[in-house]
């Protein structure tokens, strides 16, 4: 059984790599998730599958994840807190590297009171540190969640978080994402960066302390379609900021989407020219996964490297 993932060898071996985004659809027809993991099969080294996003019922990411391997697409599988105790998280995944999975996300998840079963109950049995914990555990000690031996075949995922550089307190940032190296996460996906000073100075702090050294840090953008949905998320998403003048760039544009694609590339090839500690982008084009070949292209990031 193949073990090492493709994304893990790319980042271990130092080049920058390239990750992505399909969310699973509010139906079980797999069709959409074919269609854009073909379509992105040669630009990016693996894709993130969302576990019921934003709290809605939606396929399930393992599940997804199949169809997106058959495609010849190396899944990244997300696995959030509020939807499964410790009993079904560990069968899941041992579920899902039976299937050939080997990239797992872990996260707390978006709270049930913003999807659609708001009067659902939550799990929370552990939280995504824990579970970023266990899942190293599980895979180094040979050991269940509760202690007791896996006596063979350990599911043996490459580990991945989340850190959000925006939110407040800005200094326990850093704090937190040390919190998940140190639990087990190899590799972090940060939140959409439209601030990119912001950022910078998050990764200031990240390499003061060595943090860059001892994880791989993803860095995320977002193309954006209008000015309307920059504004909504200024206003109205807490954690993310977008600066005014972004807003106004793609106010004035008399083609905003592709202003918005424009903006993607040139944060990119600042990111991975100027900051330091930074071994790779996740594109998040949120409803848009057409525009992602394009943004790898044009970002001077095609073709994709080849691993054995």
Known sequence: ?????????????????VTAEIGPPKHSSAEGIRHHAEMMRDYVDATNITDNQTAIVRLSSIAAGVHVLNCGIEPIVQMTCRDRNRIAMQSDLMGAYSLGMRNVLCLSGD????????TSKNVYDIDSMQLIYYLRRMRDEKLFFSGEEIKEHEPRFFIG???NPFADPFEFRVDRLEKKVEAGAQFIQTQCIFD???FERFMEMVRERGIDERVHILAGVTPMKSW?????IQNNVSGMIVPDELVERLKNAEDPKREGVDICIEQIKYIKENVRGVHGVHVMAIAWEEVVPEIVERSGLYPRPKVG
């Open 1 to 17: 059984m193949k073990n090492l993932s493709k994304l893990q060898q790319i980042l271990d071996s130092g080049q920058f790599a």
């Open 111 to 118: 709270h049930q009171k913003f999807g659609n079963h708001p």
């Open 161 to 163: 978080a989340v850190a």
């Open 196 to 198: 990119m000073e912001r």
């Open 228 to 232: 309307r949905a920059a504004k909504y």
